[in-house]
C-alpha cells in the first residue's frame, strides 16, 4: 500500500475532508516531512528516534520522504524541510521547520500531550 492510502487511513483523509484537518488517531503524532539528501533531516532524525523510543505506547512518529510522496508533500505545502506536524489527539496541528533543538521538540510535545 502506498504511503498516500496509509496516512489517508491512520492520520488524515484529505480527500474525503480536504478544507479540514481532522485526526484519525488514538494517539498524538508527529509527521516529520523529509529528504535522504537534506543535512538538517539527517541531524532531526535520530532526535525523532529518541522521542519515539521515549513516549512509545502514547505518541506515534511517522516519516514521510517527499521525494517518493510529492502528492502528500503539496497536500501540506511542503516547502523548506525538515518540517514537523506535531498533532494532538483533538485540536490543531502545530507546524515546526528546521532541525529542531531537543527541548524544542519536547516543549512541543508537551503541547500536544
Do not use: H
Request: charged share 25%; net charge positive; glycine share 6%.
Amino acid at each position: 500500500m502506498c504511503q498516500c492510502r496509509l496516512f489517508s487511513k491512520n492520520i488524515f483523509d484529505y480527500s474525503a475532508s480536504p478544507n479540514k484537518f481532522v485526526y484519525k488517531g488514538d494517539k498524538p503524532a508527529i509527521v516529520d516531512f523529509y529528504a535522504d539528501w537534506c543535512g538538517p533531516c539527517r541531524q532531526l532524525s535520530p532526535k525523532l528516534e529518541e522521542v519515539a523510543k521515549k513516549y512509545k505506547g502514547k505518541l506515534i512518529v511517522y516519516k514521510v520522504n517527499i521525494d517518493n510522496e510529492t502528492e502528500l508533500a503539496r497536500i501540506f505545502g511542503v516547502r523548506s524541510i525538515p518540517m514537523c506536524l506535531f498533532i494532538p489527539k483533538n485540536g490543531t496541528p502545530i507546524q515546526t521547520m528546521g532541525n529542531l533543538p531537543m527541548n524544542e521538540i519536547e516543549k512541543t510535545i508537551a503541547q500536544i500531550m
